[in-house]
Structure formats: C-alpha cells, structure tokens
C-alpha cells in the first residue's frame, strides 16, 4: 500500500518561509505526478503546485513566484518551497502521488495526512 508522509509544516511570521517535505513509500513504482494541495480554513482544498515527471511544473496563480515544488526520484520524495509566507496561506497542506502510467495493477493515487502551516501576521 502506497503512502505518504509530509513533514516540514509550523509556525512562522509573515514574510518567513518553509519547506515542506513528503516521502512516498510502499511501491516499487516511483509517481508520474506529484502535487501539493492546501486546504484553507473555510474553503475547500485546491492544488497549489503540481510537477510532472516531464519537469514541467504548474502553481496555482495564488502563490506563483513565492513556492517552488522540487521532487528527488531516486527516493523518492516531494518538496515545497515556500518563500515570502502570508497570513492567507494558513491551513493543511497535502502532498499527492499519482502513478498513470504503466499496467493498472501498478498505477494509484495516494495521499498524505496532512502537516499544518500558520503564518502569523
């Protein structure tokens, strides 16, 4: 069974930054497609980086020019980069792997539980 462990969230100011981190294990198949979602008090959750095996990342308007996903394949594992924190990123950030590709006994879609980020102002 796939699964996903995210770490890297907390407490910091507005301006700060975190590095978020998620480790997938469980398969011999390494993910296609990585992403990170957040789901924000109130609102439901929504993608916020996305990066395909092809390299070719794509961010949510939100928070283009302040977080940078990255993934090592060799272990494999996610990162989020997020610089020039605000107040209005606060909430849970979730980390997704998905394998499309090859015989469907080998393909998933797994997430992780979650780590909490809070910006203070």
């Known amino acids: 069974q796939v699964q996903l462990v995210e770490s890297g969230g907390g407490l910091v100011q507005a301006g700060g930054s975190l590095r978020l981190s998620c480790e997938v294990s469980?398969?011999?198949?390494?993910?296609?497609?990585m992403s990170w979602y957040r789901r924000l008090p109130g609102f439901p959750r929504e993608l916020v980086a996305e990066?395909?095996?092809?390299?070719?990342?794509h961010y949510a308007d939100s928070v283009k020019g302040r977080f940078t996903i990255s993934r090592d394949k060799a272990k494999p594992m996610a990162f989020l980069q997020m610089d020039s924190l605000k107040s209005e990123d606060t909430g849970g950030y979730y980390c997704?792997?998905?394998?499309?590709?090859?015989?469907?006994?080998?393909?998933?879609?797994?997430w992780g539980m979650g780590t909490q980020v809070t910006v203070s102002s």
């Open positions: 990066l395909s095996e092809d390299n070719s990342a």
């Open positions: 469980g398969t011999l198949h390494s993910p296609n497609i």
């Open positions: 997704n792997a998905k394998r499309t590709v090859g015989s469907m006994r080998d393909q998933y879609n797994a």
